[in-house]
């Protein structure tokens, strides 16, 4: 049974820092595409970070600079270390897979190529 479970969300203030995890099971974590989202009410939900089975990533412009998607593969975790956060990144975030196309990478963050998804976490950044 595939899992994705997040963790590390939390209240902050304007330019503190937090590191989400997500851990995975129920299926060969390091050969899938992986990704971080995040849905603000009222709003569709967004790629933030996205990181190949080739250990490629990509974020977000809106991220760059500020935030980090990394992986341990040994325990099938990922992890979106966010530092400098602002108002704008309150959100529920979301971990997710790709496990359905094979694909390595991919060079976009939509959320559509993914097809495996945790309950979420969420993240409220206070001015």
């Known amino acids: 049974q595939v899992q994705l479970v997040e963790s590390g969300g939390g209240s902050v203030q304007a330019g503190g820092s937090l590191r989400l995890s997500c851990a995975a099971s129920?299926?060969?974590?390091?050969?899938?595409?992986m990704g971080w989202f995040r849905q603000a009410p009222g709003k569709e939900r967004e790629g933030v970070a996205i990181?190949?089975?080739?250990?490629?990533?990509r974020l977000a412009d809106s991220v760059k600079g500020r935030f980090t998607i990394s992986q341990d593969n040994a325990k099938n975790t990922l992890y979106l270390q966010m530092n400098s956060l602002k108002p704008e990144d309150t959100a529920m975030y979301y971990c997710?897979?790709?496990?359905?196309?094979?694909?390595?990478?991919?060079?976009?963050?939509?959320?559509?190529?993914?097809?495996?998804w945790g309950q979420g976490t969420q993240v409220t950044v206070s001015s």
């Open positions: 129920g299926f060969t974590y390091k050969t899938y595409c």
């Open positions: 997710a897979a790709d496990l359905r196309s094979g694909r390595r990478w991919y060079t976009d963050l939509s959320p559509s190529n993914y097809n495996a």
């Open positions: 990181i190949g089975s080739d250990g490629s990533t």
